[in-house]
């Protein structure tokens, strides 16, 4: 690719698609949008983007296409399905598929694409909803180090922190392993600061015991799970925005898959994703995964 900044096509503007295509117009891209959702691509377009009716369309005279779509199955199809890209994308486009998906899937597109002289990185992001916002996602890309050179400044523009995890699928294997132990941790502190809670401790007191003491993790300090005992998060909020159950409870899938086919023992995971799915299964899946909190609070005692 020349100096000139890279024609860019979006596919898939949802909850974090959406804000992470305005990133790049803030940030002098040419940007063209493409959703099933017409009042998705109406915003974009407001903002300076250029909507096509189309998948095939929104591609024409991209250097650039990247995708942001709910599961593995969506991917592979409109990349290398029945009528897919890959007979739409001119030889040397680069793609950037930031869904996710299960490795296996992101491997066969990158295959797949090849064959056709098109580039392809996997690049799922964690951050969720607020961090598409700010521009402060973390992208972790699976693929070859010239394709990654080649993104990083487009991932720039999304994000704050951009790791090179290694080959096609190696980003989608440490989204779902950081999100496996994300899941443990979440459950272990809401257990443990239930048990104080029980025990006659106020949670804040106990948090702040455990944020200076062995127990200290991410939840702890940055996203506490119990109502009332930090300021600006999902607990003190109703437990709304933030990460949803049924995401994670997605990601805790792919990555009981994974272990499947690598014969990884996964204990810690197994337990997570069924009690995560028992949440879900309340009626609590569009609520931040932080509300797992309720699973033992609500418990008979």
């Given amino acids: 690719m020349s100096n000139k900044l890279p024609k860019i096509a979006f596919i898939g503007l949802g909850n974090m698609g959406a804000p992470m295509a305005h990133n790049l117009l803030k940030a002098g891209f040419s940007v063209s949008v493409f959703d099933l ?26 250097d650039v296409v990247i995708s942001m779509l709910p599961a593995g199955k969506h991917v592979e199809s409109l990349y290398i399905g029945e009528n897919g890209l890959i ?19 992101s491997i066969t597109v990158a295959n797949k694409l090849a064959e056709k002289n098109i580039y ?4 799922p992001v964690s951050g969720g909803v607020s961090g598409a916002m700010a521009g402060t996602l973390t992208f972790i890309v699976g693929g070859d180090e010239q394709d990654y050179a080649t993104a990083l400044p487009i991932l720039q523009a999304m994000g704050k922190n951009i790791f090179h995890a290694g080959d096609h699928g190696a980003g989608q294997v440490a989204k779902i392993c950081n999100n496996m132990l994300l899941s443990v941790l979440m459950l272990g502190t809401s257990e443990a600061l239930q048990m104080a809670i029980d025990n006659g401790l106020d949670p804040k007191v106990m948090s702040d015991i455990m944020l200076q003491s062995s127990g200290r993790n991410w939840t702890l ?14 607990s003190s909020n109703d437990y709304q925005g933030g990460f ?19 014969q990884s023992l996964t204990p810690m995971g197994a337990l997570a994703q069924s009690l995560y799915n028992i949440h879900s299964q309340q009626g609590n899946g569009q609520l931040d995964f932080s509300s797992i909190f309720n699973l033992f609070s609500k418990q008979e005692k």
């Fill in 244 to 262: 949803m159950v049924d995401l994670m409870k997605k990601d805790l899938g792919l990555a009981m898959d994974a272990g499947l086919k690598s």
């Fill in 87 to 105: 007979n739409q994308l001119k030889a040397g486009t680069l793609v950037i598929d930031s869904s996710t998906i299960d490795a296996s899937t």
């Fill in 221 to 234: 300090e940055l996203y506490n799970p119990c109502p009332d005992v930090m300021p600006n998060v999902p």
């Fill in 37 to 62: 959702v017409q009042t998705a691509m109406d915003n974009l377009q407001q903002a300076g983007a250029t909507a096509a009716n189309s998948a095939a369309d929104v591609v024409q005279g991209a």
């Fill in 120 to 123: 392809f990185i996997d690049a």
